[in-house]
């Protein structure tokens, strides 16, 4: 679990962390097309096994989400994590910040990652305080997040899942996409953003 020292540090200096800085004229078609070339690069990548480009773009539809560029739905800063599981639920989870004001969407299909997914059957909305996007910004930075790298190309299988989070800050982009991680700390940030939700997942869920 992460530690509990890092959820109760000053609120005050969490909230002065600015975006990462990024290079001036970047625009809205910029960042969209990244986050695109992102998504199909990696999937590309992977030295054998399926192209999950197409298989992660049917998802997001699926959840009827959009790229996670500079939209109003995104916010200025965004997060953004699928949890697909072959034998359970798609899982999508997005953490956005208006301007000041905080909130969290929750969604889930009714079928199974690894087989057809489905409709989108839940899809609910929470107002998160300063405090707790202070304790997000938190668990990133513990993570070690943007500094991750997109894709690990040594380690994919079957019967697992695919742990994907984005964050966008402005115009800075970053994805890591992790086949059934072990006891990381990036495994451990995605289990306490799902926290945030008030939905639980028994242990035998969690792969």
């Not at 997060?79 to 639920?89: I, K």
């Not at 079928?111 to 668990?139: H, M, P, R, T």
């Amino acid at each position: 679990m992460i530690r509990r020292s890092l959820l109760t540090l000053s609120v005050a200096i969490l909230l002065s962390i600015s975006c990462v800085a990024v290079a001036q004229g970047v625009t809205k078609e910029m960042i969209d097309e990244m986050s695109h070339d992102c998504w199909s690069r990696g999937s590309q990548s992977l030295p054998s096994g399926p192209d999950l480009t197409e298989y992660y773009n049917t998802c997001l539809q699926a959840f009827e989400e959009q790229p996670l560029g500079l939209t109003a739905e995104c916010g200025r800063e965004c997060y953004r994590f699928l949890w697909l599981r072959t034998f359970n639920r798609p899982v999508l989870l997005r953490l956005s910040n208006y301007d000041g004001s905080y909130c969290l969407s929750y969604k889930e299909l009714e079928g199974q990652s690894g087989y057809q997914i489905g409709a989108l059957v839940v899809n609910k909305e929470i107002q998160l305080d300063a405090k707790q996007w202070a304790e997000i910004k938190a668990i990133l930075t513990y993570a070690d997040f943007y500094t991750l790298e997109p894709y690990d190309l040594l380690w994919f299988g079957f019967d697992g899942a695919y742990w994907v989070l984005e964050g966008r800050c402005d115009t800075h982009y970053h994805l890591v996409d992790r086949w059934s991680p072990g006891p990381t700390a990036y495994r451990e940030a995605c289990i306490q953003l799902l926290r945030y939700s008030g939905v639980t997942f028994g242990q035998r869920e969690i792969y």
